[in-house]
């Protein structure tokens, strides 16, 4: 006898071969079978985008046989509160199967990330000590990022080996969890190097997972073409929605799209709806009930920092003249650039030096806000007409007259 139906259609989606895996999954089986058939189409719709006919077929999987299988499809296609309860009542019901197991406990441990809990990691270490298999691992490794204290040496020591995985969804996660790590460690480049290896291989199912990713790593021409491809394919709800307008915030400092992410991701996705939240606080706006006070605590110091912006805290200070005021990380770039240079920069020049390429429309946008918030820009060339007194301007005159002492008494550490 061959392996069952929805092992063999379960193996052939894991290496990328769907159609024919929806092949297997066509003809009808009968009783588990068919309950387990179900939840793995299921799984192949979400695959293409639509949340809503998994969730569809998880419920009617599961009411025709409740299995660890159907009910671990079950906890993932339904909301984050309802799939953990689900669960979490699974694990009591169905002991002793060490596979099964691991599965409700790795479905668990996706859904209590999904609300921002901690409990997620030992969740995620249950599933990889009953089954060490690659998602398995690979899932402990992430929230270790988020919530753990392994070093990250040793979670970068232990997901390389997975990136040239025969499965095309074990690279993926291990391309994730690598590149989230570089950010973690301060090293931006290497996540943008990483990432831009996996762009051509990342098929639609992915393409959530790394907007966000993206939008902090890769050049505003790679993130915009992210983002176009994304936009045709992802379903207009829930987390990838959520991630789709993040990353736009984050990629355009805009803040009807960071708002509307944070409303969507505080449900589902909750720790990405702190980057949000973060973000627009730098821009000045507030959020009603805001996340940070509860779930920030529990986060290692690493992902504080990148969720939370702190580690980009800028460190232009004005002299005498109040402090900086809130403009973003993009906003105090462009106002460095412009007190660096006096005398002005074109359009272009000042559009390459933010974005990478001369993208006149986010610019004129960013210069409003500025505008806005006091600063009187001309045109023609960009410059500022009232430029403030500021330790970077103090700084730069120190270095043109030779004073070295004086320039390093001024200097706190990278400007952005």
Known sequence: ??????????????????????????????????????????????????????????????????????????????????????LEEALHRFQGDAKGEAR??????????????????????????????????????????????????????????????????????????????HLFRGSPRRAKNLLRGLLPLLEPPSLANFLVLGALALDPPEVRLLLEGAKAFLPREGWPWGFYLLARGLQEGDEAHLLAAHGLLREDGALYALLSEARLEALGVGVEDPLAPRLAPALRPEARALLLGEAGTPLLRFLGGGPLPSLGPRGTEALALLLAHEAGLSGEALGEALYGEPNLGALKALLHRLREKGFRISCSPYRLENPPPSDLGAFLKALSRGDLEGALALYQGPLL
């Open 1 to 86: 006898m061959g392996e069952p139906l929805p092992a063999t259609a379960l193996r052939l989606l894991e290496e990328g071969r769907d159609r024919e895996a929806l092949a297997f999954l066509l003809p009808p089986q009968e009783g588990p079978l068919e309950a387990e058939r179900l939840a793995l189409l299921g799984f192949v719709e979400a695959r293409r985008g639509n949340l809503q006919a998994y969730r569809a077929l998880a419920l009617e999987a599961a009411q025709r046989a409740q299995t660890p299988f159907t009910l671990y499809h079950l906890g993932l296609a339904l909301p984050p509160k309802a799939g953990a309860l689900a």
């Open 104 to 181: 409700l406990h790795l479905a668990l441990a996706v859904a209590l990330e999904r609300l921002g809990r901690p409990e997620a990691l030992a969740h995620a270490a249950l599933a990889r000590l009953k089954d060490p298999s690659p998602w398995n691992v690979l899932h402990h490794l992430r929230l270790e990022l988020l919530f753990g204290t392994k070093p990250l040496p040793e979670v970068l020591e232990e997901a390389e080996p997975f990136l040239p995985h025969p499965f095309p969804g074990v690279r993926m996660l291990a391309g994730h969890t690598l590149a989230l790590t």
